[in-house]
């Protein structure tokens, strides 16, 4: 499963007598479901997308904006779980739809390949305040790496990148692709935090300010991975097409969303 959400429902949640709840949150709900429904033994895996500006629509802690123009939260506590099974169960319930309209091919190989791209970055500043500001000053910084694992299964490529990438990036690099089915996976080998878009930069958000990466970090990010799908990129001794099989190209009529 690829969904570009937070497992945040619960996230600075407490019980009713101010002791922190254990959940496994959407992922664990959802992942739950699918298992329940197969059963057999079935093991089903969450894996998170370009969510790095993306809440749940639904939280047990929230924020609310009060008359005088001051913002406050508000807890729902132990309730919040219940949000957490319904939303768990819709995600599941997709899955399910989708998984039953695939038809299985003869089992290609699996590749993988790993790839340091540079992007812009910023100083990074610790105690920011949450709430929106009307200006921020960026700090500029020398060019940072970005790791990439790239791993090809048939059709399907799945891109993994340590940030959570913001999904407007992450809606970009699959447009631009040239396989019908690929999957953007954030928070792989680690995690780095928020790679937002550029419009985050000039709206001064939480995940701008608390970024590492400068503005068209992103988008740059984005568009080399796209680069390197097209199989224009060498590496040890041959380029990525010849290595991969990447060098054909795919009719964007054929290309759909997974």
Not at 20 to 40: L, M, S
Not at 143 to 150: A, F, H, W
Not at 236 to 245: H, I, N, T, W
């Amino acid at each position: 499963m690829n969904e570009a959400v937070q497992s945040s429902i619960m996230d600075h949640s407490e019980n009713k007598d101010g002791s922190k709840p254990v959940t496994a949150d959407i992922a664990g709900a959802a992942t739950r479901f699918v298992e329940q429904e197969y059963g057999g033994g079935t093991v089903a895996i969450f894996l998170i997308g370009a969510a790095g500006d993306q809440a749940p629509i639904f939280q047990g802690n929230r924020y609310v904006q009060n008359r005088n123009g001051s913002t406050s939260r508000v807890d729902i506590h132990e309730a919040g779980l219940t949000l957490v099974d319904l939303i768990g169960e819709r995600l599941g319930s997709e899955t399910l739809q989708v998984s039953e309209g695939i038809k299985a091919t003869a089992a290609p190989a699996i590749q993988v390949w790993r790839r340091t791209l540079k992007v812009p970055s910023q100083a990074g500043s610790k105690g920011l305040p949450t709430e929106p500001v009307m200006s921020y000053i960026c700090q500029s910084r020398p060019q940072i790496e970005v790791p990439v694992v790239l791993m090809r299964i048939g059709d399907i490529v799945l891109v993994g990148l340590q940030a959570e990438l913001a999904a407007n990036a992450g809606a970009q690099l699959k447009a631009n692709s040239p396989f019908p089915h690929t999957i953007v996976v954030t928070m792989v080998d680690g995690g780095a935090k928020y790679m937002p878009d550029a419009k985050s930069y000039e709206r001064f958000t939480y995940e701008a300010r608390n970024s590492r990466y400068a503005r068209g970090a992103a988008e740059l990010t984005a568009s080399d991975i796209d680069g390197l799908l097209q199989g224009d990129e060498a590496v040890s001794g041959g380029s990525v097409g010849a290595g991969f099989g990447w060098r054909r190209r795919l009719p964007t009529a054929s290309r759909s969303a997974v």
